[in-house]
Protein backbone atom coordinates (compact mmCIF):
# COMPACT_ATOMS: atom_id res chain seq x y z
CA UNK A 1 0.00 0.00 0.00
CA UNK A 2 0.86 3.62 -0.41
CA UNK A 3 1.21 6.29 1.35
CA UNK A 4 -1.84 7.84 -0.05
CA UNK A 5 -5.09 8.33 2.18
CA UNK A 6 -7.65 5.61 1.85
CA UNK A 7 -10.18 7.61 2.56
CA UNK A 8 -11.37 8.84 -0.64
CA UNK A 9 -14.83 9.95 0.18
CA UNK A 10 -15.24 13.76 0.07
CA UNK A 11 -17.11 15.48 3.12
CA UNK A 12 -19.69 18.01 2.26
CA UNK A 13 -19.92 20.81 4.53
CA UNK A 14 -23.43 19.93 5.98
CA UNK A 15 -21.83 16.71 7.38
CA UNK A 16 -18.72 18.82 8.51
CA UNK A 17 -21.28 21.06 10.49
CA UNK A 18 -23.55 17.91 11.91
CA UNK A 19 -20.27 16.90 13.53
CA UNK A 20 -19.57 20.30 15.08
CA UNK A 21 -23.33 20.51 16.07
CA UNK A 22 -22.98 17.26 18.19
CA UNK A 23 -19.35 18.00 19.61
CA UNK A 24 -20.54 21.20 20.81
CA UNK A 25 -24.11 19.43 22.10
CA UNK A 26 -26.62 21.45 20.05
CA UNK A 27 -28.38 18.43 18.78
CA UNK A 28 -31.34 20.84 17.31
CA UNK A 29 -29.14 23.22 15.03
CA UNK A 30 -29.37 23.04 11.25
CA UNK A 31 -26.85 21.79 9.22
CA UNK A 32 -28.36 22.76 5.59
CA UNK A 33 -30.21 26.30 4.38
CA UNK A 34 -33.70 25.41 2.84
CA UNK A 35 -35.38 27.58 0.74
CA UNK A 36 -39.47 27.60 -0.16
CA UNK A 37 -42.74 28.21 2.06
CA UNK A 38 -42.39 28.89 5.79
CA UNK A 39 -45.30 29.14 8.12
CA UNK A 40 -45.24 32.81 9.78
CA UNK A 41 -44.43 31.64 13.59
CA UNK A 42 -45.83 34.18 15.97
CA UNK A 43 -44.45 33.98 19.37
CA UNK A 44 -46.75 34.68 22.06
CA UNK A 45 -45.77 35.15 26.47
CA UNK A 46 -47.64 33.33 29.60
CA UNK A 47 -51.06 34.47 29.60
CA UNK A 48 -51.81 35.56 25.63
CA UNK A 49 -55.52 34.78 24.42
CA UNK A 50 -55.67 33.91 20.52
CA UNK A 51 -57.74 32.74 18.00
CA UNK A 52 -56.27 29.62 15.74
CA UNK A 53 -57.96 27.28 13.43
CA UNK A 54 -61.35 28.50 15.26
CA UNK A 55 -60.48 27.58 18.44
CA UNK A 56 -59.00 29.82 21.50
CA UNK A 57 -55.60 29.06 23.06
CA UNK A 58 -53.57 30.49 25.71
CA UNK A 59 -50.48 29.90 27.64
CA UNK A 60 -50.51 28.41 31.02
CA UNK A 61 -47.25 27.49 32.91
CA UNK A 62 -45.21 27.58 30.01
CA UNK A 63 -47.45 25.33 27.97
CA UNK A 64 -50.08 25.99 25.21
CA UNK A 65 -53.42 24.89 26.04
CA UNK A 66 -56.73 25.38 24.35
CA UNK A 67 -59.52 27.40 25.80
CA UNK A 68 -62.92 25.51 25.86
CA UNK A 69 -66.69 26.51 27.25
CA UNK A 70 -65.92 23.48 30.17
CA UNK A 71 -62.91 25.07 31.82
CA UNK A 72 -64.76 26.50 34.85
CA UNK A 73 -66.88 23.52 34.74
CA UNK A 74 -63.45 21.83 35.45
CA UNK A 75 -62.07 23.97 37.66
CA UNK A 76 -65.03 23.65 39.77
CA UNK A 77 -65.08 19.69 39.81
CA UNK A 78 -61.10 20.03 40.42
CA UNK A 79 -59.99 18.98 43.51
CA UNK A 80 -56.31 20.62 44.32
CA UNK A 81 -53.63 18.19 45.90
CA UNK A 82 -52.90 20.15 49.23
CA UNK A 83 -55.40 22.78 50.59
CA UNK A 84 -55.40 26.33 49.91
CA UNK A 85 -56.17 27.55 53.11
CA UNK A 86 -53.48 25.30 55.66
CA UNK A 87 -51.20 23.44 52.40
CA UNK A 88 -52.62 19.79 54.01
CA UNK A 89 -52.93 17.13 51.66
CA UNK A 90 -55.98 16.37 50.13
CA UNK A 91 -55.94 12.78 50.38
CA UNK A 92 -59.13 12.06 53.01
CA UNK A 93 -62.38 11.41 50.93
CA UNK A 94 -64.21 13.94 53.75
CA UNK A 95 -61.30 16.66 52.99
CA UNK A 96 -62.07 16.36 49.29
CA UNK A 97 -66.07 16.89 49.97
CA UNK A 98 -65.57 19.66 52.13
CA UNK A 99 -62.94 21.15 49.73
CA UNK A 100 -66.45 21.33 47.08
CA UNK A 101 -68.38 22.53 50.00
CA UNK A 102 -66.26 24.85 51.78
CA UNK A 103 -63.45 25.27 49.04
CA UNK A 104 -60.89 24.26 52.37
CA UNK A 105 -59.81 20.60 53.54
CA UNK A 106 -62.26 18.74 56.43
CA UNK A 107 -59.16 18.46 59.16
CA UNK A 108 -58.21 21.24 60.73
CA UNK A 109 -59.89 24.24 58.62
CA UNK A 110 -63.88 23.12 58.51
CA UNK A 111 -63.17 21.88 62.31
CA UNK A 112 -61.91 24.82 63.33
CA UNK A 113 -64.37 26.96 61.28
CA UNK A 114 -67.42 25.22 62.46
CA UNK A 115 -65.59 25.42 66.29
CA UNK A 116 -65.30 29.01 65.87
CA UNK A 117 -68.97 29.22 64.87
CA UNK A 118 -70.00 27.32 67.86
CA UNK A 119 -68.17 29.60 70.07
CA UNK A 120 -69.74 32.64 69.03
CA UNK A 121 -72.92 31.56 69.11
CA UNK A 122 -74.12 31.29 64.71
CA UNK A 123 -73.24 27.09 64.44
CA UNK A 124 -77.41 26.70 64.55
CA UNK A 125 -77.68 29.45 61.93
CA UNK A 126 -74.80 27.76 59.74
CA UNK A 127 -76.32 24.34 60.14
CA UNK A 128 -80.02 25.17 59.11
CA UNK A 129 -79.02 27.26 56.16
CA UNK A 130 -76.60 23.92 55.38
CA UNK A 131 -79.76 21.57 55.46
CA UNK A 132 -82.11 24.23 53.93
CA UNK A 133 -79.78 24.48 50.60
CA UNK A 134 -79.71 20.52 50.63
CA UNK A 135 -83.62 20.10 50.64
CA UNK A 136 -83.52 22.88 48.06
CA UNK A 137 -81.44 21.04 45.48
CA UNK A 138 -83.29 18.14 46.51
CA UNK A 139 -86.67 18.85 45.71
CA UNK A 140 -85.64 21.14 42.40
CA UNK A 141 -84.18 17.45 41.40
CA UNK A 142 -87.45 15.77 42.01
CA UNK A 143 -89.51 18.53 40.50
CA UNK A 144 -87.11 17.71 37.20
CA UNK A 145 -87.36 14.41 37.34
CA UNK A 146 -91.31 13.70 37.67
CA UNK A 147 -91.75 16.46 34.56
CA UNK A 148 -88.88 14.59 32.60
CA UNK A 149 -90.70 11.31 33.24
CA UNK A 150 -94.50 12.64 32.86
CA UNK A 151 -94.16 14.92 30.58
CA UNK A 152 -90.94 14.34 28.79
CA UNK A 153 -91.25 10.28 28.32
CA UNK A 154 -91.15 8.33 24.93
CA UNK A 155 -94.77 6.86 24.57
CA UNK A 156 -93.25 4.24 21.68
CA UNK A 157 -91.50 1.53 22.47
CA UNK A 158 -89.94 -1.65 20.44
CA UNK A 159 -90.37 -5.08 21.63
CA UNK A 160 -88.21 -7.99 21.01
CA UNK A 161 -89.51 -9.38 17.70
CA UNK A 162 -89.38 -5.27 16.74
CA UNK A 163 -92.67 -4.60 16.92
CA UNK A 164 -93.61 -0.68 17.14
CA UNK A 165 -95.74 -0.09 20.77
CA UNK A 166 -97.08 3.01 21.41
CA UNK A 167 -98.28 3.37 25.01
CA UNK A 168 -100.67 6.28 25.63
CA UNK A 169 -100.26 7.48 28.89
CA UNK A 170 -103.15 8.96 31.10
CA UNK A 171 -103.17 12.10 31.49
CA UNK A 172 -105.76 12.57 34.02
CA UNK A 173 -103.11 10.34 36.02
CA UNK A 174 -100.01 12.64 35.57
CA UNK A 175 -101.76 15.65 36.32
CA UNK A 176 -102.56 14.56 39.38
CA UNK A 177 -98.60 13.14 39.80
CA UNK A 178 -97.99 16.96 39.24
CA UNK A 179 -100.16 18.52 41.69
CA UNK A 180 -99.36 15.52 44.35
CA UNK A 181 -96.01 16.66 43.82
CA UNK A 182 -96.21 20.26 43.65
CA UNK A 183 -98.21 20.34 46.90
CA UNK A 184 -94.95 18.09 48.37
CA UNK A 185 -92.75 20.46 47.24
CA UNK A 186 -94.63 22.87 49.02
CA UNK A 187 -94.69 21.64 52.42
CA UNK A 188 -91.30 21.05 52.05
CA UNK A 189 -90.40 24.77 51.16
CA UNK A 190 -92.51 25.80 54.14
CA UNK A 191 -90.63 23.36 56.68
CA UNK A 192 -87.13 24.66 55.65
Not at 24 to 52: C, H, M, P, V
Not at 151 to 156: A, E, F, T, Y
Amino acid sequence: MSNESLLKKEFKHSDVQRVRNIVNKDFTASTKLQTGYQKSQKRYKEGDIWEESGKKWTIKNGLKQNITKLDSAKKAVRVPLTCPNCGGPMKHWLAKKMYKIHGFCFDPCTVNMEAGLKRAGLYEQYEKRMMSGNIKAFSKDIEDWVSDVTLNSNKSFVTEDGTIEDWKSNNNKDKELMSDLKTYLKHLREHF
